[in-house]
Structure formats: C-alpha cells, structure tokens
T-cell receptor, first 115, second 114 residues
Framework: KAGVTQTPRYLIKTRGQQVTLSCSPI?????VSWYQQTPGQGLQFLFE???????NKGNFPGRFSGRQFSNSRSEMNVSTLELGDSALYLC??????????????FGEGSWLTVV | AQSVTQLGSHVSVSEGALVLLRCNYS??????LFWYVQYPNQGLQLLLK??????LVKGINGFEAEFKKSETSFHLTKPSAHMSDAAEYFC????????????FGAGTRLTVKP
C-alpha cells in the first residue's frame, strides 16, 4: 500500500510569510505526527494528532500549528516565518495506536527554506 | 522525560567490517526503543524496534540490536558492512504504549570505505 505522502517536497518562503505543509498518512492510519529536522537541533517532535484531536505536543512556539481532518490527512502551518524555521519537516503515521510498540512510518519530508 | 544519546556523530568502517553504532537511553519507565535509517534526501525507515518481547532484536538489512537494561544501552550492529549501508542512523526512545512521544538521538553518520 502507499506510504506516507508529503507535499510539497521543496519550497522557498520569505521571512514573515506563512506556510502550510500537507501529509497523507498510510491508508487506515489514524495517528499523524510531525517532526522538524535541522542540522543543529536534530529531529524534534512537533505534535501528534489522532482522530482529529491533538494528543501530544512538543516544545515549539505557537507559530507552529496543525490540524487533522476526518480522513486522517493532516496539515501543519507555520506563521511569521523566521530564518531558523528552515528545515526538513517530516510527517509520520501509525495505526490505531493501541498496539504495543506501535510502528511509526515516515514520509520523505518537505524541505522548507526561509530566505 | 526520556532521552537517547548516540555516541559518535560519525563512524567510518571498511566494507566487510563490523558495524557498531552506540545508543544509550534514559527513561524512568520501561522504554520502547527504535533504530531508524535515513538515506540522503529521504525520510526515516525503521530498521528494528524493541518492545520487551526479546532483548535481541533482528531487523532489516542484516542489522540487529541488543537491549541491555543494566547498561541502559541499545547498540546497533551488523557483522559485515556493505557500501549500501552508508547513511545516517537514528536511535529513538518512547515510553508511551502507542509511541506518540518518540524522542530521537542526534544521529550517527555511517561511512563505508571500499
């Protein structure tokens, strides 16, 4: 079956703008998580959604937000972009979340460059 | 809160040599532990995971890892490195049943020399 799909793969934005990234999870998966990957900070957890509700949140400012739709697709939004927001944003999905050691599957990411 | 530390940001081995990537975890409760691999310009692919069923975990591409509670370690090994193993490897820890709180190490870049 198809994997986690993220769009767009690459984008360039200007400081102060906002950006929306999209993620389509694996069919049947209801949990979607977002991560930010930068050379300096590594992989950092942003937030996780399950059945349209934010279930867990990392330590990021309020400029970072997300949502999940009834079909489990998710979007994340970053407002008032800063140069430091340049990163690879990874989306991950998992199934119902009731399986022990639930496996999380990652998409290929969206590369965001802020200039 | 849980965390992982990966010892060595870069590891270089010769083709055919043993691969050993080190990971130590910190957790106040029994953890779930994972190793992921990331190839250039790609997302993360799960290599293997520990969920308390067995301390020695076998993964894809000939990799395995052993959970050692006494040492709080979960080192990744492969008996014989292949050129295609060159990538970045991440160790991750979770303490929630459904792993919605995974925390990743800084990563180890593996180089394989011919």
């Amino acid at each position: 079956k198809a994997g986690v799909t993220q769009t767009p793969r690459y984008l360039i934005k200007t400081r102060g703008q906002q950006v929306t990234l999209s993620c389509s999870p694996i069919s049947g998966h209801r949990s979607v998580s977002w991560y930010q990957q930068t050379p300096g900070q590594g992989l950092q957890f942003l937030f996780e959604y399950f059945s349209e509700t934010q279930r867990n949140k990392g330590n990021f400012p309020g400029r970072f937000s997300g949502r999940q739709f009834s079909n489990s697709r998710s979007e994340m939004n970053v407002s008032t972009l800063e140069l430091g927001d340049s990163a690879l944003y990874l989306c991950a999905s998992s199934s119902t979340g009731v399986e022990e050691g639930n496996t999380i599957y990652f998409g290929e990411g969206s590369w965001l460059t802020v200039v | 809160a849980q965390s992982v530390t990966q010892l060595g940001s870069h590891v270089s081995v010769s083709e055919g040599a043993l691969v050993l990537l080190r990971c130590n975890y910190s957790s106040s409760v029994p953890p779930y532990l994972f190793w992921y691999v990331q190839y250039p310009n790609q997302g993360l692919q799960l290599l293997l995971k520990y969920t308390s069923a067995a301390t020695l975990v076998k993964g894809i591409n000939g990799f395995e890892a052993e959970f050692k509670k006494s040492e709080t370690s979960f080192h990744l090994t492969k008996p014989s490195a292949h050129m295609s193993d060159a990538a970045e490897y991440f160790c991750a820890v979770s303490t929630s049943y459904n792993n919605n709180d995974m925390r990743f190490g800084a990563g180890t870049r593996l180089t394989v020399k011919p």
